[in-house]
Each structure stands twice: as C-alpha cells, then as structure tokens.
C-alpha cells in the first residue's frame, strides 16, 4: 500500500492523515492488519517513535486497535463509528447523566440570552442535522448533532458553562454517536421544539424539551 512521503512539519500529524485515509478509502479493511512499525516507517520516511505515536493516537479514536504481542488492526472506519464501539454501558449512562445536568441549565439561559443571530445559527444546524437524518449519513450527523448541542449552550452566553462544555467535546460526540446508531431510535429523537421554545425565549419549556430526549436516551439505556 503506497503511502506519500511526508513533508518534515507537523510529521505525527501528517503520519495519522495518511493513516486515516488507508482506512477511508479501503486500502486497509475492517480486521485487517497493518504494516509494522519498521514497515511504515520506511515507506513514509520518517522515525519508528513518529510512526508509534500516530498509531497511539488512532488507537485513542477507535479506529485502530494495538493488540501487544500481536500487531495492529483496524477496527473502525471513522472516529465516530469507533467511537460507538468504545463508548456503551455505564460509562454512556454517566456521560448522559453528565450531558442532561449542562444541557437542560444550557437550553434555560439559551431561551434567555439568546441573540437573533444565535437563533439563525439554530434553525440552519437543526436543519442540516435532519438532513444528515433522514439520509442516514451517520457520521456527518453525529457531528452536526453534537454542534448543535454545543450551540445551544453557546447561545446562553455563559462564558464558564460553554467552556465546560467545550471540554466534553470529544466524549459528548462520541455519546452522540452511540445513541444514534440505531436508525429507527434516531428518527424518533427530534429537536425543533428545543428550538422553538428558545426562539419563544421560553425557559420552562426549553429546559424541558432538553431534559426530555436525554431522560428518553437513559431510560431506553437502563431497558436494553
């Protein structure tokens, strides 16, 4: 599998793009194993330290998995759906948790402070967000829906509860992934009474309308 050379700068960053698309785009599939260290190395023209630190980071991802005394395999296509992979159980019960007490407080002060502005911000990502839906583009949506989210607490102007927020980024998006790779599940999940109630600067109802997805996503969590 030919990999370009790599320019000097940035070279761990550059090493995990180029790792990333081998997966993309199929020159590694699913389960199967990739070069070794010594073996990327020389392709790429860059040290065995470089290679092992790209490989950890997709490692981090999901998308490989370093099986020691074994070598490293693919384990995923994306970030997000390895991120359904990693992410279940008690551990996505507790980032819910976590989600629901930011969330609903952030959807209350959104009704509040929002800006004209932030509200167009709203409808466009609800908008590309149904889309992603509809046509079942699990991975652009999980993005799109975990923007959304952030938005929404964004809109309420708290500089400390956004940067709290942003923090969690990472993790929220994978918790958005794994609760909406059931299409059937997803459709029924549907935020433009979120929306609505901020755009009637409407606080009990925004905070309920964000309380209520969440509450549905722990009590189908506690049924499965």
């Known amino acids: 599998m030919p990999l370009a050379t790599t320019r000097r700068a940035g070279l761990v960053d550059q090493v995990i793009e180029q790792l990333r698309a081998a997966v993309t785009q199929g020159e590694w599939a699913i389960g ?5 260290e010594p073996e990327l190395a020389t392709q790429l023209g860059v040290g065995r330290n470089t290679i092992r630190e790209a490989v950890r980071a997709l490692s ?17 296509t ?34 509040a402070e929002r800006t004209d502005a932030d509200l167009d911000d709203l409808w466009a990502l609800l908008e590309r967000r149904d889309v992603e839906q509809q046509e079942h583009r699990l991975d652009d949506f999980a993005r799109t829906d975990a923007e959304f989210h952030f938005t929404v607490v ?10 709290l927020y942003r923090g969690l980024s ?13 299409p059937e599940h997803a459709e029924t999940i549907k935020h433009r009474g979120l929306v609505e109630a901020i755009a009637a600067q409407d606080q009990a109802r925004a905070a309920a309308e964000a309380s209520g997805f969440l509450d549905e996503l722990l009590a189908r969590l506690e049924d499965s």
């Open 32 to 36: 199967s194993r990739v070069p070794t």
């Open 60 to 76: 981090h991802t999901g998308i490989l998995e370093v099986r020691q005394g074994d070598g490293t395999y693919v384990r995923a």
């Open 78 to 111: 994306s970030e997000v759906s390895g991120a359904i992979r990693r992410l279940c159980g008690s551990e996505l019960k507790e980032v819910l948790q976590v989600r629901r007490t930011l969330e609903v407080e952030g959807a209350r002060l959104a009704a």
């Open 154 to 163: 964004r809109c309420g102007h708290n500089t400390l509860l956004t940067e």
């Open 170 to 182: 990472e993790v929220i998006a994978a918790s958005v992934a794994a609760t909406n790779d059931d």
